[in-house]
């Protein structure tokens, strides 16, 4: 059912546009509810003046992305920042999708828990934003992407219809699994409002070795294979170019940088193992340190402006060997999590074993096997039937991916 | 509209001779999945060998708009496989090899059709093993637990059934093929496998299916605790679980159905505890003992009367064998009972239960539980005499009472089997109707024409409440697990 809009949007719209620049281009308006209420409110008057709306959290990657074609109303949902229910016992969460991630990393931390969801710059980055964009970090393997995590949503349609699927408990299969359609659509289906999280308990020992390596070094698929059964918590490549920014340097050419998270005894052996196979590190962060490295590894994501994004079924550095001539000097590459950005304008030689789930500021080129094809249909489809206005202005920057 | 011969002499050309099956026994046959309520014969069944198969005979059953139901081993409770409008069976039993292995990537593709413990078992010589294990494991197949996102025992640790599930080859209503996610972690844009898994064939048919692998944990200890109130384990399961230990495995099982299993198997489980609590915690061994410690610790502060932990494999087996023996013990002694799926919050376990032996009791029923205790996934079963029409619509009406209880509770009325058309009419208690309306638009951008598994999952008009599982009578053989809840 659609909301009626009882007041005009010029009432409801009052924050300020400028703030909400996509490419450089700010939208007309711009709204920061306050209220789940308030946001369906909201895009049912922009429905009826067929407004094109952007959803927003925390601004960490939308000020990059290319001007939309059209682009009206900005909706800020940082507002929207309440945590609903958090049980230790249970080991779920749920809140509004405005909370930024570190403010639910702090809370978590007292009842020794994680919320198993990376995101470049978390003291920004909103819940809601993380899912949208299906973040994903180092820690990847650990903790499975988005989908994984999230066991229930609600969210707004553009037309105002406010609706929820899945639910709060850790198994459920009554419905369609719309909350984890959501997770990756970077707001062009619904405006997510809250969702519901599986969480994690905290590690009790972390430990993060960083190996210096050459190119050679790098590309030798043999050197790496006993990573992946070992269970790292990552395993992270780092240019040189890009070492400044997180504080640490192996001095090579590339750094690549081991993490250990469980008990003690479990991580002592993992470390054994590792020392074995590939000698001692240039440098070794634990507990704290180690965390506080995450982050700038997965702060890395947002480098640069220009960035592609790829995902491979290779999860060890040797990964890397089909592109490395054309990779350049700035690349982050989190081996088990299979994701890779490239940084800068250069061309580069895409092979079979990467598939790119993203472009900003550099070229990009649809994929036309007869599957992909039809899976772009079946996007567009199902962008019909949740948007058939198509208000969600980024929809149409997305269909051809 | 009934098969014509000629549709059939079609179908045959489409897939072969051996390929369709007509026979009014083989139709008899295929009329029902374990809801054994709800028979409806299909017209015919097909055994495609391929996704090229499954396309053409997709393309051909739309364009007569004749309804199309995938089956896998048929041992779903929710009537998910079953042909309500009749027209066609897609059986994948056929369809059960692995397409391809990657050791080094930990990943394979195989076909629907493939038995979910088969694949472990070819796995096993290579360290690998598929983490998921519904308790049906040795019958039902990888393409059935796509289908309904199956749990099992372990998913605890390791998640269910799309925590697995890297990519599907999907046949779409239009006959169309499309793969969706890949061998890779992610895909780009939208989660579309996310949607498929778990949607019961009404979305789309998966034909090929690429599965995640995991290392074998190096280590397993399973530990029997007995206590003598059923909220004692519940508050136990809570304490490990905010402990920050993730235990494979955490189920209990009430006095009622211990005593059934020890009448049967004589196994040496504790027939006066009014629960027993089975933890099974893997993975490396240098960490088990400590977390077998804690574990100790928080069932003694809870009242443990015992603690057996099993000392080899043998016992181990033992203790599973219990477990997973549940169902057969039921169905050797009650003449009827109905199943339920509902979930919990894992903190309301012990609130729950209670209130399910109160709703029984209140009508004069008995009811027993046995269920995943670390996921809040309760399955009370509630018996009757079958012969006693009255009992069996107090047994009903129970059931669906428990279901309502689960929602208040902030849970939900399925936890692995599916909603099917069991539980479709609960579908509108537990969500809105703007919340339902957008999963049927959902469905409508995947499947207009109303020939995948028409029916399924989403209310209709004028549905009524349908009973839920209901076994009972049954002749099992002393060594059959009765392996399916």
Redesign the interface.
Known sequence: MTQAATRPLAELATADPARYAIGGAAPRFAARPALREAVVELVAAAALDRLAIVPWGGGVALPHETTPGRYDLAVDLTALDRVIEHDPEDQTLTAECGVTIATLRRRLAAHRQELPLEAAHADRATLGGALAANASGPRRLRFGSPRDRILGARFALADGTFARSGGKVVKNVAGYGIHRLLCGSRGWLALILEASLKLAPAPEHRVALVYAVDRATLLDGARWAFLPRLEPAFVTVVSEALTRAIGVSSGAAFSVIVGLEDDRPWVAQQEAAVAKVIGAPVARLEDDEAGALVQRLADLEEADAARRTFTTRGNTPGALGPIAASLGDRFVFHAPAGRLHVFGERPLATPASLTRIDARGAGTAADTTASATGVTALRARIRAALDPGKALALGDRWTGM | MPLTPVHLDELRALLGADGVLASEAARFTYEADALALEKHMPDVIVLPRSTDEVAALVRWARARRIPVTPRGAGTGLAGGATAEHGGIVLSVNRMDRMLRL?V????AWVQPGLVNLALSQQLAPL?LYYAPDPASQQVSTIGGNVA??A?GPH?LKY??T??HI?GVVVV?EDG?????G???????????A??V???EGT?AIATEICVRLL?RPEAVKTMLFDFTTIEAACRAV??V??D???PAAMEIMDQHTTELIEDWLHLGLPRDAAAVLLIEVD??A??LE?QVEKIGAHARALGTRSIRIAKDDAERAAIWRGRKSAFGAYGRTASGFYIMDG?????RLAEALAEVYRLCEVRGLDAGNVF?AG???LHPHVLFDARDAAAQARALDASHEILRMCIRF??????????GIE?RSM?RE??????????A??????APDGVLNPGK??PGDGDGHSAPAQMGGMRVRDDAQGPWI
């Open positions: 990657d080094d990537a930990m990943l360290g309904t996102n749990g998913c998640g269910v799309f925590n890297l779409l169309s093929v499309v793969t969706l890949g061998e890779a972690p992610d895909s780009p844009d939208f989660d579309l996310g949607a898994i778990g949607s979305l290392p809570s304490a679980i905010a920050g230990i993730v993975g490396p240098v960490s400590a979930v919990v919050p894992r903190t995943h996921d809040g996934n902030g849970g939900t009325i399925s936890g692995e089997h599916g909603v539980k579908m537990l969500f809105a109707p703007d919340d339902l309306a957008v999963m638009r959902l469905r409508g951008a995947f999952i989403l």
